[in-house]
């Protein structure tokens, strides 16, 4: 019995989604509007993935957990890959997918300090993230080949995955970063073409600001009245 626990927003919970989905698996939609607290995991943080007996947080080992657990990759013109460190990549492939996690880190915690109060616009440390992020940007556009291929050419990746989920997070969100992507036109293809895949439509993200509490079938935001 798998389930996972998440809430709608979160980019490190959409990803895992998108990689349950690219497998195939099944699961228990734990879907919450807050964090767990510390009876569900020590870093009080989403996602939370159960299968049967073993409980594991921490987006990136889910994503390895289910990689490496659930060999079967359904058909498609471009599968997901079948292992999140290519034997004999593992180094690089590591490196790309850490820095990815810290751009992901950098933009949650651009918004958690945004919606309790303290914006980029007057916090120093927020301007270093956002800062960071667009160094990020630009060291990942120079990884990919060409404007084709993501980070594991002939796959898609849970590198490419992750990386998706946390720029379209900032974009949905009125965080007051402007990511300029027209000067990372490979980077720009790759979240072009990885939003049509089904996994990805499955498991939208779609706009958030204080003051939405739900959401349309189609995506349009509910607000609290
Ligand atoms: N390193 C964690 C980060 C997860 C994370 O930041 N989750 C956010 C939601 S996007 C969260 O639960 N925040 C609540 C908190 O930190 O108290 C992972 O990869 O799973």
Do not use: C
Not at 56 to 74: F, N, V
């Amino acid at each position: 019995m798998r389930s996972l626990l998440f809430t709608p927003g979160s980019p490190f919970a959409r990803a895992v989604r998108i990689v349950l989905d690219e497998l195939g698996l099944d699961y228990e939609r734990r879907e919450e509007n807050a964090a767990p607290g510390a009876t569900e995991t020590p870093t009080l943080q989403v996602p939370t993935f159960r299968d049967n007996a073993l409980v594991l947080w921490e987006s990136g080992t889910i994503a390895e957990y289910l990689m490496a657990t659930y060999p079967h990759r359904p058909e498609s013109a471009l599968p997901l890959s079948d292992h999140m460190f290519r034997p004999g990549m593992e180094w690089q492939d590591k490196l790309v997918f850490s820095t990815i996690q810290t751009l992901g880190t950098a933009a949650t915690t651009i918004s958690q300090m945004t919606w309790t109060g303290v914006t980029v616009a007057d916090n120093r440390h927020l301007q270093r993230s956002a800062l960071k992020m667009m160094h990020i940007l630009d060291w990942l556009e120079a990884r990919l080949d060409d404007a084709e291929t993501g980070f594991q050419p002939g796959t898609v990746s849970a590198q490419d995955i992750f990386f998706a989920a946390h720029v379209r997070f900032v974009q949905a969100r009125p965080l007051g970063i402007a990511l300029e992507l027209d000067r990372v036109p490979k980077i720009r293809a790759l979240l072009d073409r990885l939003d049509a895949r089904a996994s990805f439509v499955a498991n939208p993200v779609w706009w958030w600001e204080p003051g939405v509490v739900g959401y349309e079938a189609d995506g349009t935001p509910v607000f609290e009245t």
